[in-house]
């Protein structure tokens, strides 16, 4: 992971590290944690601006995100807008002849 992408975590409060003397970053295994689970739940299409609710939860102790209903909620939104996405793409269905070579199931002769 690149040290933008942890900084877009931060600059999004997905993580906020501890500052050193030095004023260098000084990350937690939790800060860790949040950044991996961020860069998953992007990996299943949800836009990490979208995480928030799924990190909280995992930040009130939860073991797994899915026990929130907040983070439920969000699944339900990316899963419905993905649905949305993939129908407004798809190409359309057309009705026509078979296709050469199929066989009719009247009489198992080539069309």
Do not use: W
Not at 18 to 46: C, F, P, Q, S
């Amino acid at each position: 992971m690149t040290t933008k992408t942890v900084r877009y975590y931060e600059s999004l409060g997905l993580i906020s590290p501890a500052r050193l003397a030095n004023g260098y970053r000084d990350y937690t295994e939790h800060d860790a944690r949040m950044v991996r689970e961020a860069r998953e739940l992007n990996r299943l299409m949800i836009p990490v601006e979208r995480t928030r609710p799924f990190l909280e939860c995992l930040a009130d102790g939860q073991d797994r995100v899915d026990e929130c209903p907040s983070s439920l909620a969000g699944y339900r939104e990316a899963i419905g807008e993905l649905v949305s996405d993939r129908d407004t793409h798809r190409p359309p269905v057309r009705a026509g002849p078979s296709p050469v070579g199929q066989h009719s199931r009247s009489t198992g002769a080539h069309q």
